[in-house]
């Protein structure tokens, strides 16, 4: 059988910061090496990453971080690809950017609808679409306030019910991570190590349900 090839596409909590550190957590220990073995054989989970990442923004202080940019290649790099699952948005809650909650379910929408508009699966089709809100930020960090989060943790809460809506629109498929992850009180942005596991786990039951 031909493996499915699921894409990850994301930011830090993708690539794997650990708040306790500021690294990365060793291979092994992240979301997107355990979802690849919850699924078993016959799937390949590629990581794509970024600390940083935003869905569509220019950041004028971290350099190219362009979501919108950056993804069409990958699409390509990857190609062919089953099944993309994209969670992005956490940083656009920075203060730099002033976005509202629904602005950036919006701006999430249009990295779904390049998916959907691509013909990097199979017979030149387009992948199906996981759309995964972010968990809502914890209570900020000194740190975190310095990353510009300060004013982001209200509207993180906001972030799962525009996507939902977001991904009724554009008709792919959603998950909603604030149901199975807690942010770290950490640094009130990251994930601590068990959450992986957990997320793993979840993720793996809804891709099953998507690609059998």
């Given at each position: 059988m031909e493996e499915k090839v699921i894409l990850c596409f994301g930011d830090s909590l993708t690539w794997g910061f650990d708040p306790r550190t500021y690294d990365r957590y060793p291979r092994g220990k992240r979301w997107t090496y355990l979802l690849e073995q919850e699924l078993g054989r016959g799937y390949q989970v590629i990581e794509e990453g970024l600390n940083g990442r935003?869905?569509?923004?220019?950041?004028?202080?971290?350099?190219?971080?362009?979501?919108?940019?950056?993804?069409?290649?990958?699409?390509?790099?990857?190609?062919?690809?089953?099944?993309?699952v994209i969670m992005l948005g956490t940083n656009d809650l920075k203060r730099r950017f002033g976005l509202t909650a629904a602005e950036i379910a919006q701006s999430v929408g249009v990295l779904v609808d390049i998916v959907k508009k691509s013909r990097v699966s199979h017979g030149e089709s387009a992948p199906q679409v996981l759309l995964v809100a972010p968990p809502p930020l914890a209570p900020l960090t000194e740190l975190s306030e310095v990353?510009?989060?300060?004013?982001?943790v209200e509207k993180s809460r906001q972030l799962a019910e525009y996507y939902a809506v977001t991904a009724r629109f554009y008709g792919c498929h959603f998950l909603d991570a604030g149901k199975v992850v807690t942010t770290s009180s950490i640094d009130g942005v990251h994930w601590e190590e068990e959450e992986n596991a957990k997320f793993a786990y979840a993720l793996a039951q809804e891709i099953l349900r998507i690609l059998r």
């Open positions: 935003t869905s569509g923004f220019d950041d004028p202080i971290e350099g190219d971080k362009n979501g919108r940019r950056h993804l069409p290649m990958l699409l390509d790099t990857h190609r062919p690809i089953d099944l993309v990353w510009g989060f300060r004013e982001g």
